[in-house]
């Protein structure tokens, strides 16, 4: 007998179906070549040319859009050179240029090439070509991708945001450019950031194009030497602080939940000064969460919990582990909390599992280590800071040096979200032999690659060949002789955060709880067989990131409809979700992911 359910979503108007609907558009002639949502440049067949006044206005021959691809191909390979503006422009830099154009002139074929080659193309639409974008991001502005709101459109907001011509938007990310990847304050730049994110959440987790939106909230910037730049796009005076700031946020945030109510909002490289206060002020009333606190500690915790399992022990041993974190910004007390909270769990969810729990981190800064003597103690940091007495047994002291700690730790793990490159000097590394781990873990995770705390060679040269390695932006595997390969895992965001967006968009969920990015992270570190673990493989290739996002939005969906936050999406209400199995929940995610197909398009006037 079929399930009902089945034959009630195979009814249902689903996102992907709209690709095969006719479109209603509104325009004709040359001014669909010229829009980039519509245009489908030689593969619009001979009757839509006719229906929409295209003939003769492109070639004769009528092209897939494989063959389109192909061609795009082919260019490519001569276009890098060419699009280089000279010797300093970098063949990424000139890759991301060819493909802004293509995204200029036809949206569509962009994301089919981005999905199609997502392995080549997300080190360049996001990390850690993104980086290089940003900073140059005044010289290499051609026309307008997203809204900036600034300190000079206060009280207009609300009416500002009525100027996006979208009527529904699904997806926000947003940045105020203060500490964007690990190259500090880029003012107005940051844009950059929020496109590349959005391209993500298109091409992993099937977000309708048209129903995105990146943000630039300029507030100004400390950056002097943008202050002084003549072509800077951005405001040239100081950032705004204190309740002036906050002001500025309040209002951008009432005015896009007015427009739409339903929409979420990712916060992106706030500095960490704002990023926990922005994230504690917003979650329980909006949709939205801050990648940089929750989605950089949820594909942490997958990672760590990944590490557990390659050393042949289960998941439930997490508790055990001794982790050394390098870096106290918004990443590092992110992935601290998230991490304590899944030990905490682990042993019972109480007071004194929290309190043990917090006993397997020892945390070290700029200044060193973290102690209970610390003058000034950042307040989210104070919870993880050493007892003196206990550091003192251990032979460390408030300020002691990484390698110190290391030393005198051994500890399972060294996590670095730092933002300093080669933090993990060939003396740390070395202090990192004497661990008392089966098989030591190194998560070198900071953004852009120039900022990896280490590289694959030098942990697996100096440490051993049996580590785990893990890093933020991407590495090549290492060739260790004989046979074996070190492998360079990538615990890139990308694995979570279009999976969350997506699984909150299709639960309903009034807010994203803890649990529900608890429940994303739990899924991507059962990813993994155990024998691609047990090899060393904590993190899946970014080639499988489409299925890795069903996976974890259909994880989200399920904790949402497990703690009762889910209100449904379109036709699906929060009772029909309630009945859904396992099975029909990634379904359901599957069915309401967005493909770049061409939609046949039908002119009606005004």
Not at 110 to 123: D, K, M, N, R
Not at 134 to 139: A, D, I, P
Not at 143 to 149: A, E, L
Not at 233 to 244: A, F, I, K, S, T
Request: one cysteine or more; hydrophobic letters at 40%.
């Amino acid at each position: 007998m079929t399930n009902p359910a089945v034959l009630m979503q195979a009814t249902r108007h689903f996102t992907t179906l709209e690709g095969h609907r006719p479109t209603i558009v509104h325009k004709r002639s040359l001014d669909i070549l010229h829009d980039p949502w519509f245009n489908k440049g030689t593969a619009f067949s001979m009757t839509e040319r006719d229906r929409l006044d295209l003939r003769g206005l492109l070639p004769p021959n009528v092209m897939t859009s494989e063959q389109q691809i192909q061609r795009f191909k082919a260019d490519l390979k001569r276009l890098e050179v060419q699009a280089r503006d000279g010797p300093s422009d970098p063949y990424a830099l000139a890759k991301w240029r060819i493909l802004n154009r293509l995204h200029d002139r036809n949206e569509t074929m962009y994301y089919q090439v981005l999905i199609a080659h997502i392995e080549e193309y997300a080190p360049i639409v996001y990390t850690p070509t993104v980086g290089l974008v940003c900073q140059n991001y005044s010289g290499l502005f051609r026309r307008p991708r997203g809204m900036y709101f600034s300190a000079e459109d206060r009280g207009e907001m609300m009416s500002m945001v009525y100027n996006w011509p979208a009527e529904q938007v699904d997806m926000i990310v947003v940045t105020d450019g203060s500490r964007i990847l690990g190259l500090g304050d880029l003012g107005v730049q940051g844009i950059g950031i929020s496109i590349g994110k959005l391209d993500l959440y298109v091409a992993a987790a099937g977000i309708n194009p048209q129903r995105v939106l990146p943000v630039m909230i300029d507030v100004g910037t400390n950056n002097e030497k943008l202050l002084k730049d003549p072509m800077y796009l951005g405001l040239q005076e100081p950032r705004l602080d204190g309740d002036e700031y906050i002001a500025v946020i309040d209002e951008f945030m009432e005015a896009v939940f007015t427009r739409w109510p339903h929409v979420i909002v990712q916060f992106e490289d706030f500095q960490s000064k704002w990023a926990f206060k922005l994230l504690q002020r917003y979650r329980n009333t909006y949709r939205m969460f801050n990648d940089d606190v929750q989605g950089t500690a949820g594909v942490a915790i997958a990672g760590l919990l990944g590490a557990v399992r390659a050393q042949g022990r289960p998941m439930i041993d997490f508790p055990k582990q001794k982790i050394v974190v390098a870096g106290a910004g918004s990443a590092g007390i992110g992935v601290l909390n998230a991490a304590r909270k899944t030990m905490a769990r682990m042993l019972g969810n109480n007071e004194s599992a929290f309190e043990s729990a917090g006993r397997q981190f020892w945390v070290v800064d700029a200044k060193g280590l973290i102690t209970e003597e610390r003058e000034n103690i950042d307040p989210e940091a104070l919870p993880f800071a050493r007892k003196v007495k206990e550091a003192s047994r251990q032979g460390l002291r408030e300020g002691a040096s990484l390698a110190e700690v290391v030393r005198e730790v051994k500890p399972d793990v060294l996590l670095g979200l730092s933002a300093v490159g080669g933090l993990f000097s060939k003396e740390v590394l070395e202090a990192l032999k004497g661990s008392t781990s089966t098989r030591p873990a190194i998560f070198a995770m900071s953004n852009p690659t120039k900022n990896a705390e280490c590289t694959p060679e030098e942990a697996f040269s100096i440490v051993g060949d049996n580590i785990l390695f893990a890093s933020g932006s991407p590495f090549q595997d290492v060739d260790l002789g004989n046979g074996h390969i070190g492998h360079c895992n990538q615990g890139n965001n990308m694995y979570l955060f279009p999976g969350i967006g997506l699984g909150t968009l299709l639960s309903g969920s009034r807010i994203i709880s803890d649990g529900m990015l608890q429940a994303a992270a739990e899924c991507l570190a059962e990813y993994m067989a155990e024998e691609e673990v047990l090899n060393g493989i904590i993190y899946p290739s970014t080639s499988r990131i489409r299925d890795i996002t069903k996976e974890v939005a259909a994880a989200v969906v399920k904790e949402a409809i497990k703690e009762d936050l889910a209100e449904g999406y379109r036709e699906m209400d929060a009772r029909e979700l309630q009945k859904l199995s396992q099975e029909e929940i990634v379904e359901y995610v599957k069915n309401n992911m967005w493909s770049p197909d061409y939609p046949t398009l039908v002119y009606r006037r005004d």
